[in-house]
Protein backbone atom coordinates (compact mmCIF):
# COMPACT_ATOMS: atom_id res chain seq x y z
CA UNK A 1 0.00 0.00 0.00
CA UNK A 2 1.47 3.44 -1.02
CA UNK A 3 2.76 5.81 1.77
CA UNK A 4 0.17 8.72 0.77
CA UNK A 5 -2.67 6.21 1.09
CA UNK A 6 -1.86 5.59 4.52
CA UNK A 7 -1.44 9.27 5.30
CA UNK A 8 -5.03 10.10 3.93
CA UNK A 9 -6.48 7.35 6.71
CA UNK A 10 -5.02 8.50 9.58
CA UNK A 11 -5.91 12.08 8.66
CA UNK A 12 -9.45 11.26 7.78
CA UNK A 13 -9.94 9.32 11.10
CA UNK A 14 -8.40 11.99 13.16
CA UNK A 15 -10.64 14.58 11.42
CA UNK A 16 -13.91 12.01 12.28
CA UNK A 17 -12.69 12.06 16.27
CA UNK A 18 -12.48 15.97 15.93
CA UNK A 19 -15.93 16.14 14.88
CA UNK A 20 -17.22 13.19 17.78
CA UNK A 21 -16.17 15.17 20.26
CA UNK A 22 -17.03 18.81 19.14
CA UNK A 23 -20.69 17.25 18.68
CA UNK A 24 -20.56 15.68 22.30
CA UNK A 25 -19.10 19.41 23.53
CA UNK A 26 -22.16 21.16 21.94
CA UNK A 27 -24.98 18.94 22.90
CA UNK A 28 -24.19 19.66 26.28
CA UNK A 29 -23.52 23.14 26.42
CA UNK A 30 -27.39 22.92 24.81
CA UNK A 31 -28.75 20.98 27.66
CA UNK A 32 -27.20 23.69 30.24
CA UNK A 33 -28.82 26.18 28.97
CA UNK A 34 -31.77 24.49 28.22
CA UNK A 35 -32.30 24.07 32.22
CA UNK A 36 -30.73 27.68 33.18
CA UNK A 37 -33.39 29.49 31.45
CA UNK A 38 -36.43 30.75 32.76
CA UNK A 39 -39.74 30.91 31.34
CA UNK A 40 -41.06 34.18 30.43
CA UNK A 41 -44.77 35.73 29.98
CA UNK A 42 -46.13 34.96 26.50
CA UNK A 43 -47.94 38.13 25.74
CA UNK A 44 -46.92 41.42 26.27
CA UNK A 45 -49.53 44.44 26.09
CA UNK A 46 -49.30 48.41 26.08
CA UNK A 47 -52.41 50.12 25.78
CA UNK A 48 -50.64 53.57 25.73
CA UNK A 49 -52.96 56.19 27.91
CA UNK A 50 -55.54 53.67 28.92
CA UNK A 51 -56.44 54.44 32.49
CA UNK A 52 -56.88 52.24 35.80
CA UNK A 53 -60.16 52.54 36.95
CA UNK A 54 -61.11 49.55 39.72
CA UNK A 55 -60.49 47.87 42.97
CA UNK A 56 -57.61 48.97 44.95
CA UNK A 57 -54.31 47.54 45.70
CA UNK A 58 -54.50 43.79 45.37
CA UNK A 59 -50.96 41.64 46.08
CA UNK A 60 -50.70 37.89 46.66
CA UNK A 61 -47.73 37.22 48.59
CA UNK A 62 -45.58 34.15 47.67
CA UNK A 63 -45.81 30.64 48.82
CA UNK A 64 -42.64 31.15 50.38
CA UNK A 65 -43.98 34.67 52.21
CA UNK A 66 -46.81 33.15 54.11
CA UNK A 67 -46.32 32.29 57.89
CA UNK A 68 -47.40 29.15 58.76
CA UNK A 69 -50.39 29.04 61.44
CA UNK A 70 -51.24 26.63 63.81
CA UNK A 71 -53.22 24.12 63.33
CA UNK A 72 -52.47 23.50 59.62
CA UNK A 73 -54.79 25.73 58.58
CA UNK A 74 -55.13 26.92 54.65
CA UNK A 75 -53.40 30.47 54.16
CA UNK A 76 -55.78 32.56 51.68
CA UNK A 77 -53.16 35.23 51.29
CA UNK A 78 -52.83 38.86 52.32
CA UNK A 79 -54.14 41.93 50.33
CA UNK A 80 -52.30 45.24 50.46
CA UNK A 81 -55.46 48.10 50.66
CA UNK A 82 -55.14 51.64 50.35
CA UNK A 83 -58.08 54.12 51.62
CA UNK A 84 -59.10 57.81 51.24
CA UNK A 85 -62.54 59.36 51.83
CA UNK A 86 -63.54 62.65 50.06
CA UNK A 87 -66.10 64.11 50.96
CA UNK A 88 -66.62 66.05 48.35
CA UNK A 89 -66.41 63.36 45.89
CA UNK A 90 -69.52 63.03 43.32
CA UNK A 91 -67.87 59.90 41.43
CA UNK A 92 -70.39 56.75 41.57
CA UNK A 93 -70.26 53.12 41.20
CA UNK A 94 -71.07 49.67 43.30
CA UNK A 95 -68.83 47.03 41.87
CA UNK A 96 -65.05 47.32 40.05
CA UNK A 97 -62.65 44.87 38.72
CA UNK A 98 -58.69 44.25 38.05
CA UNK A 99 -57.38 43.54 35.07
CA UNK A 100 -55.98 40.31 35.04
CA UNK A 101 -52.81 39.09 35.93
CA UNK A 102 -51.00 35.74 34.70
CA UNK A 103 -48.57 33.17 36.06
CA UNK A 104 -47.45 35.03 39.31
CA UNK A 105 -48.52 34.62 43.18
CA UNK A 106 -47.54 37.98 44.16
CA UNK A 107 -49.56 40.18 41.34
CA UNK A 108 -49.04 44.19 41.74
CA UNK A 109 -52.05 45.92 40.14
CA UNK A 110 -51.62 49.66 40.88
CA UNK A 111 -55.22 50.51 40.06
CA UNK A 112 -57.96 52.77 42.01
CA UNK A 113 -61.61 53.21 41.95
CA UNK A 114 -64.00 55.32 43.46
CA UNK A 115 -67.37 54.61 45.02
CA UNK A 116 -70.29 56.71 46.02
CA UNK A 117 -70.74 56.67 49.45
CA UNK A 118 -72.75 59.71 51.50
CA UNK A 119 -71.36 60.71 55.31
CA UNK A 120 -74.14 59.23 56.88
CA UNK A 121 -74.02 55.00 55.28
CA UNK A 122 -70.58 55.39 56.33
CA UNK A 123 -71.40 53.26 59.65
CA UNK A 124 -73.28 50.92 58.22
CA UNK A 125 -71.47 50.52 54.81
CA UNK A 126 -68.65 47.57 54.37
CA UNK A 127 -65.99 47.16 51.47
CA UNK A 128 -65.99 43.71 50.07
CA UNK A 129 -63.23 42.87 47.97
CA UNK A 130 -62.55 39.33 46.70
CA UNK A 131 -59.31 37.65 45.07
CA UNK A 132 -60.53 35.09 41.83
CA UNK A 133 -58.79 32.58 39.53
CA UNK A 134 -59.41 33.76 36.03
CA UNK A 135 -60.62 31.49 33.62
CA UNK A 136 -61.83 32.46 30.13
CA UNK A 137 -64.45 29.69 29.72
CA UNK A 138 -65.69 28.41 32.55
CA UNK A 139 -66.65 29.79 35.98
CA UNK A 140 -63.58 31.53 38.02
CA UNK A 141 -62.71 30.12 41.14
CA UNK A 142 -62.62 32.31 44.43
CA UNK A 143 -59.20 32.38 46.15
CA UNK A 144 -60.41 34.46 49.52
CA UNK A 145 -62.39 37.75 50.61
CA UNK A 146 -62.01 40.61 52.69
CA UNK A 147 -65.24 42.41 54.39
CA UNK A 148 -63.94 45.90 56.35
CA UNK A 149 -66.76 47.59 58.00
CA UNK A 150 -65.86 51.42 57.24
CA UNK A 151 -67.25 52.26 60.75
CA UNK A 152 -64.10 50.59 62.26
CA UNK A 153 -61.57 52.59 59.69
CA UNK A 154 -60.79 56.17 61.01
CA UNK A 155 -60.84 57.81 56.69
CA UNK A 156 -60.06 61.10 58.19
CA UNK A 157 -56.50 60.46 57.34
CA UNK A 158 -55.04 58.33 53.55
CA UNK A 159 -54.63 54.50 55.29
CA UNK A 160 -52.34 51.93 53.77
CA UNK A 161 -51.74 48.98 55.59
CA UNK A 162 -51.72 44.67 55.08
CA UNK A 163 -55.79 42.81 55.61
CA UNK A 164 -55.44 39.07 55.93
CA UNK A 165 -57.67 37.20 53.15
CA UNK A 166 -60.76 34.75 54.71
CA UNK A 167 -62.28 32.14 52.99
CA UNK A 168 -64.72 33.09 50.16
CA UNK A 169 -68.30 33.50 51.21
CA UNK A 170 -70.92 30.70 50.04
CA UNK A 171 -73.36 33.72 49.10
CA UNK A 172 -72.97 35.61 46.11
CA UNK A 173 -75.30 38.34 44.88
CA UNK A 174 -77.65 38.30 41.96
CA UNK A 175 -76.00 38.63 38.72
CA UNK A 176 -77.96 39.72 35.71
CA UNK A 177 -76.43 37.59 33.52
CA UNK A 178 -73.38 36.72 31.21
CA UNK A 179 -72.78 37.16 28.06
CA UNK A 180 -69.76 35.45 25.12
CA UNK A 181 -68.50 37.00 22.39
CA UNK A 182 -65.18 37.17 20.32
CA UNK A 183 -63.16 40.06 19.31
CA UNK A 184 -61.21 40.08 16.29
CA UNK A 185 -58.91 43.26 14.78
CA UNK A 186 -56.80 43.51 11.65
CA UNK A 187 -54.58 46.69 11.59
CA UNK A 188 -53.97 46.65 7.98
CA UNK A 189 -57.47 47.04 6.97
CA UNK A 190 -59.25 48.51 10.39
CA UNK A 191 -61.87 45.67 10.37
CA UNK A 192 -63.01 45.20 14.07
CA UNK A 193 -65.38 41.73 14.31
CA UNK A 194 -67.46 41.13 16.97
CA UNK A 195 -69.47 37.91 16.90
CA UNK A 196 -71.79 37.70 19.45
CA UNK A 197 -72.19 34.09 20.43
CA UNK A 198 -74.53 33.27 23.60
CA UNK A 199 -76.21 34.51 26.72
CA UNK A 200 -76.30 32.80 30.03
CA UNK A 201 -78.46 33.38 33.42
CA UNK A 202 -80.87 35.60 32.19
CA UNK A 203 -84.22 36.46 33.93
CA UNK A 204 -86.46 33.28 33.17
CA UNK A 205 -89.56 35.59 32.53
CA UNK A 206 -88.37 37.31 30.10
CA UNK A 207 -90.13 36.69 26.36
CA UNK A 208 -87.73 37.73 24.14
CA UNK A 209 -84.00 38.59 24.15
CA UNK A 210 -81.39 39.82 21.73
CA UNK A 211 -78.21 42.13 22.10
CA UNK A 212 -77.31 45.48 20.30
CA UNK A 213 -73.87 46.15 19.78
CA UNK A 214 -72.82 49.94 19.82
CA UNK A 215 -69.53 51.44 19.35
CA UNK A 216 -69.08 55.18 20.59
CA UNK A 217 -66.59 57.75 19.12
CA UNK A 218 -65.20 60.25 21.27
CA UNK A 219 -68.04 59.45 24.27
CA UNK A 220 -70.62 60.44 20.71
CA UNK A 221 -72.59 57.53 19.77
CA UNK A 222 -71.02 56.41 15.82
CA UNK A 223 -72.07 52.62 14.36
CA UNK A 224 -74.95 49.99 16.12
CA UNK A 225 -76.48 46.69 15.37
CA UNK A 226 -78.16 44.25 16.69
CA UNK A 227 -79.11 40.73 17.04
CA UNK A 228 -82.02 38.72 15.92
CA UNK A 229 -84.27 38.08 18.66
CA UNK A 230 -84.79 34.73 20.57
CA UNK A 231 -87.70 33.89 22.57
CA UNK A 232 -88.59 31.75 26.03
CA UNK A 233 -84.93 31.22 26.64
CA UNK A 234 -82.77 31.93 29.70
CA UNK A 235 -79.14 31.17 28.01
CA UNK A 236 -79.77 32.52 24.16
CA UNK A 237 -77.67 31.57 21.04
CA UNK A 238 -76.76 33.89 18.75
CA UNK A 239 -73.57 33.04 16.66
CA UNK A 240 -73.96 36.45 14.87
CA UNK A 241 -70.56 38.09 13.44
CA UNK A 242 -70.62 42.37 12.70
CA UNK A 243 -67.57 44.22 10.82
CA UNK A 244 -66.59 47.97 12.12
CA UNK A 245 -64.15 49.99 9.88
CA UNK A 246 -62.01 51.37 12.81
CA UNK A 247 -59.10 52.82 11.67
CA UNK A 248 -55.51 52.42 13.89
CA UNK A 249 -55.43 56.07 14.73
CA UNK A 250 -59.05 55.84 16.23
CA UNK A 251 -58.57 52.96 18.75
CA UNK A 252 -57.88 54.71 21.44
CA UNK A 253 -60.93 57.00 20.97
CA UNK A 254 -63.12 54.35 20.89
CA UNK A 255 -65.70 52.75 23.06
CA UNK A 256 -67.84 49.17 22.44
CA UNK A 257 -70.42 48.25 24.03
CA UNK A 258 -72.69 45.22 23.89
CA UNK A 259 -75.94 45.18 25.94
CA UNK A 260 -78.33 42.45 26.20
CA UNK A 261 -82.04 44.14 25.90
CA UNK A 262 -85.54 41.50 26.34
CA UNK A 263 -88.90 42.27 26.60
CA UNK A 264 -90.71 41.15 29.30
CA UNK A 265 -94.50 40.58 30.07
CA UNK A 266 -95.19 44.12 28.96
CA UNK A 267 -93.88 43.65 25.40
CA UNK A 268 -92.06 46.62 26.31
CA UNK A 269 -87.81 46.38 25.35
CA UNK A 270 -85.58 46.85 27.89
CA UNK A 271 -81.93 46.85 28.63
CA UNK A 272 -81.06 43.66 30.97
CA UNK A 273 -77.24 44.28 31.31
CA UNK A 274 -74.20 45.72 29.29
CA UNK A 275 -70.67 45.05 28.86
CA UNK A 276 -67.96 48.04 28.09
CA UNK A 277 -64.79 47.42 26.56
CA UNK A 278 -62.08 49.78 24.65
CA UNK A 279 -59.32 52.09 26.51
CA UNK A 280 -61.72 53.40 29.58
CA UNK A 281 -63.00 49.74 30.80
CA UNK A 282 -61.31 48.08 33.67
CA UNK A 283 -61.03 44.85 34.64
CA UNK A 284 -61.82 41.53 32.61
CA UNK A 285 -63.43 43.99 29.47
CA UNK A 286 -60.08 45.75 29.75
CA UNK A 287 -58.10 42.62 29.82
CA UNK A 288 -60.26 41.29 26.68
CA UNK A 289 -59.60 44.57 24.53
CA UNK A 290 -55.73 44.65 25.29
CA UNK A 291 -56.01 40.47 24.19
CA UNK A 292 -57.51 41.49 21.33
CA UNK A 293 -54.83 44.32 20.48
CA UNK A 294 -51.98 42.10 21.16
CA UNK A 295 -52.91 38.57 18.91
CA UNK A 296 -54.47 40.61 15.47
CA UNK A 297 -56.07 38.79 13.31
CA UNK A 298 -57.05 36.22 16.38
CA UNK A 299 -60.28 36.19 17.24
CA UNK A 300 -60.08 35.79 21.36
CA UNK A 301 -63.56 34.72 22.79
CA UNK A 302 -64.53 35.29 26.39
CA UNK A 303 -67.48 35.64 28.60
CA UNK A 304 -68.49 38.46 30.82
CA UNK A 305 -70.38 39.62 33.58
CA UNK A 306 -73.07 41.96 32.82
CA UNK A 307 -73.17 45.10 34.56
CA UNK A 308 -75.97 47.60 35.58
CA UNK A 309 -77.15 49.90 32.63
CA UNK A 310 -77.07 52.77 34.45
CA UNK A 311 -73.40 52.16 35.84
CA UNK A 312 -72.12 51.87 32.54
CA UNK A 313 -73.71 54.92 31.44
CA UNK A 314 -72.50 56.78 33.84
CA UNK A 315 -68.96 55.67 33.22
CA UNK A 316 -69.25 56.53 29.66
CA UNK A 317 -70.24 60.16 30.41
CA UNK A 318 -72.19 60.41 26.55
CA UNK A 319 -72.22 63.76 25.34
CA UNK A 320 -75.92 65.01 24.22
CA UNK A 321 -76.46 65.08 20.67
CA UNK A 322 -76.43 68.97 18.84
CA UNK A 323 -79.72 69.61 18.46
CA UNK A 324 -80.59 70.40 15.21
CA UNK A 325 -81.22 74.16 13.76
CA UNK A 326 -84.43 74.75 12.70
CA UNK A 327 -85.01 77.67 10.10
CA UNK A 328 -86.95 80.83 10.65
CA UNK A 329 -89.85 81.45 9.27
Not at 19 to 41: E, F, M, N, T, W
Not at 110 to 129: R, S
Not at 164 to 170: I, S
Amino acid sequence: MPRWTLFIAILAAGVLLVSCLLCVICCCCHRRRRHRKQPKDKETVGLGSAPNRTTTHLVQPDVDCLEPCPGGDRQWGRLLLSLEYDFGSQEAGRRHETKVHRGTLCPTFEETCCFLVPPAELPKAVLKVQLWDFKRFTEHEPLGELQLPLSTVDLQHVLESWYQLGPPGTGEPEQMGELCFSLRYVPSSGHLTVVVLEARGLNAGLAEAYVKVQLMLNQRKWKKSKTSSRKGTATPYFNEAFVFLVPVSQLQSVDLVLAVWARGLQLRAEPVGKVLLGPRASGQPLQHWADMLAHARRPIAQWHYLRSPREVDRALALQPRLPLLRPRS
